[in-house]
């Protein structure tokens, strides 16, 4: 499980004159589960669409296996999954219709689509909701068929910009229960949230200020008996708004 699977090297994106990614130097290795957290509008989105090939950065560059986003960007969407912030399903299709559309879009084979059909809507509990139109499913089993959607092409890497917002507090554990199955299956998973319990479960995180790294690293050398997660995060803000305030 030591091998590293995705790799950035100064990676970094501005808009303009304004650098929304900054230098972002990380490494994360087969299996893990990187949480991505920084404040709205710390450059986290736009980190993940660098990533899958989606926008160019501006300068350094990134790898996914030997891929790099920069000229492999085709050929890195067929190796991951991508369940975007905002939800990229078709409404007036049926929960089973969106998965079947997203198994064309990857080319999965028609031989097997049934029973991977079947597979991934087990997996996903979407089995009971299949032939609901996606419009009138609740906002978890939305954020269910967006993330199987995701899956339904066998990626060895999965990003999920906010997988889990706004959903309530027993599906969110359902949804992390799946993650945590599938990352010790080899699935490797970088995640965004905003929600502190997730980030405890994960195994490395990464907290984004201004397009800054400022914190990096494995969650169990990251938190300490003196101060969790969220007290860590919340003295780095506050430290870097004082310098940022200093500079102005
Ligand atoms: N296409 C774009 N053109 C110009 N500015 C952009 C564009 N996309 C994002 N930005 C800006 O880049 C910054 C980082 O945005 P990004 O969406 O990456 O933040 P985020 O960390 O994902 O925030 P949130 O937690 O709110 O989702 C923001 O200031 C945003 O306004
Ligand atoms: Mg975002």
């Given at each position: 499980?030591?091998?590293?699977?995705?790799?950035?090297?100064?990676?970094t994106?501005?808009f303009?004159?304004?650098?929304?990614?900054?230098?972002?130097?990380?490494?994360?290795?087969?299996?893990?589960?990187?949480?991505?957290l920084?404040?709205?509008?710390?450059?986290k989105?736009?980190?993940?669409?660098?990533?899958?090939?989606?926008?160019?950065?501006?300068s350094?560059n990134a790898?996914?296996?030997?891929l790099?986003?920069i000229?492999?960007g085709?050929?890195?969407?067929?190796?991951?999954?991508?369940?975007?912030?905002?939800?990229?399903?078709y409404?007036?299709?049926?929960a089973?219709?969106?998965l079947?559309?997203?198994s064309?879009l990857?080319?999965?084979?028609?031989?097997?689509?049934?029973?991977?059909?079947?597979?991934?809507?087990?997996?996903?509990?979407?089995?009971?909701?299949?032939?609901?139109?996606?419009s009138?499913?609740?906002?978890g089993?939305?954020?269910?068929l967006?993330?199987?959607?995701?899956l339904?092409h066998?990626?060895?890497?999965?990003?999920?910009?906010?997988?889990?917002?706004?959903?309530?507090?027993?599906?969110?554990?359902?949804?992390?229960?799946?993650?945590?199955?599938?990352?010790?299956k080899?699935?490797?998973?970088?995640?965004?949230t905003?929600?502190?319990?997730?980030?405890?479960?994960c195994?490395?995180?990464?907290?984004?200020?201004?397009?800054?790294?400022?914190?990096?690293?494995?969650?169990?050398?990251?938190?300490?008996s003196k101060?969790?997660?969220?007290?860590?995060?919340?003295?780095?803000?506050?430290?870097?708004t004082?310098?940022?305030a200093?500079?102005?």
């Open positions: 499980m030591n091998e590293i699977i995705i790799k950035t090297e100064n990676l994106k501005k303009k004159e304004v650098t929304v990614v900054n230098n972002l130097n990380i490494e994360i290795k087969k299996g893990e589960i990187f949480g991505f920084g404040p709205n509008g710390s450059g989105s736009t980190t993940i669409k660098m990533l899958c090939g989606l926008i160019a950065p501006t350094g790898w996914i296996h030997d790099s986003i000229n492999d085709e050929e890195i969407r067929k190796e991951i999954g991508y369940m975007s912030q905002r939800f990229s399903l409404d007036d299709l049926t089973k219709q969106n079947i559309f997203y064309k990857y080319k999965v084979n028609e031989d097997i689509l049934e029973s991977k059909l079947n597979q991934i809507m087990d997996l996903t509990q979407l089995t009971k909701e299949q032939n609901k139109q996606a009138k499913l609740s906002g089993y939305k954020q269910r967006s993330f199987a959607c995701a339904i066998d990626p060895k890497i999965i990003f999920l910009d906010e997988p889990t917002a706004g959903i309530d507090p027993v599906a969110r554990k359902e949804i992390w229960d799946l993650f945590i199955e599938l990352a010790n080899g699935l490797t998973l970088f995640v965004t905003h929600y502190m319990d997730e980030a405890e479960r195994t490395k995180l990464g907290y984004i200020f201004d397009g800054k790294l400022i914190a990096y690293g494995l969650k169990s050398d990251l938190a300490s101060e969790n997660l969220e007290g860590l995060f919340v003295r780095l803000t506050k430290e870097q004082n310098l940022l200093h500079n102005v």
